[in-house]
């Protein structure tokens, strides 16, 4: 754990602080589609992510959903961490999109560190501000771009993360996470495949390089 622990947050943390993570630490191992936290869930635990990707995700009245951002490694999710301090329930659910691990780090040690460890406030708060910046981006998109630049946005965001031009990603998956039809999602992804920016398999989309 203490090589994984180290690459993720090289340069990051402090050693102290590292010894200390990798000390009180939980090791989580996750699978592709695993739901990491739910709805209603209680939070005590901060998620640091070690390994992989997760989405965030926010759902409507209907039990519809809208992907807010995505983890990456050396991310930590602002909205979990406001549940931690808060002692309140998720308003999100994260769900893996690969496989990956992360440290589940216990409520009363993230608060005993914001005094302790400078790097850690820090940490904290860029992180709070990041999510932020991503969460008006998301209404941004919502707002000011029509559904073609935000499906085509989405998937170069998801190959991003990914590191993968190649997704497997269905077009239920697509139309779910943009809070939209699958049928309307087809249809765009069609245009867009005539349009060269695409390349459509069966359960896959090839992005292809600007």
């Known amino acids: 754990m203490e090589n994984n622990l180290t690459q993720a947050f090289k340069g990051v943390f402090e050693t102290d602080l590292l010894s200390e993570i990798e000390k009180h630490g939980k090791l989580i191992q996750f699978s592709e589609g695993d739901i990491i936290i739910d709805i209603g869930q209680r939070v005590t635990q901060m998620p640091l992510l070690i390994e992989g990707v997760i989405k965030i995700l926010r759902e409507d009245e209907n039990g519809d ?10 991310d930590t999710c602002a909205m979990s961490m406001n549940c931690c301090m808060g002692s309140s329930k998720s308003e999100i659910r994260a769900t893996a999109e690969t ?31 990041i999510r932020l910046h991503e969460m008006l981006e998301a209404i941004d998109n919502l707002a000011f771009m029509n559904l073609e630049e935000r499906i085509l946005k989405h998937i170069a965001d998801k190959a991003e993360v990914t590191q993968s031009l190649e997704l497997k990603s269905t077009h239920n998956e697509i139309a779910a996470e943009l809070h939209t039809s699958r049928v309307v999602v087809s249809r765009l992804l069609k245009a867009l495949e005539k349009k060269g920016k695409i390349k459509l398999f069966r359960n896959r989309i090839e992005v292809k390089k600007s």
């Open 99 to 129: 496989e990956g691990k992360l440290l589940l780090i216990p409520i009363e040690k993230m608060e005993l560190w914001l005094g302790q460890f400078g790097s850690w406030r820090r940490f904290v708060f860029d992180n709070y501000n």
């Open 65 to 74: 959903e809208l992907l807010l951002y995505y983890l990456e490694r050396g």
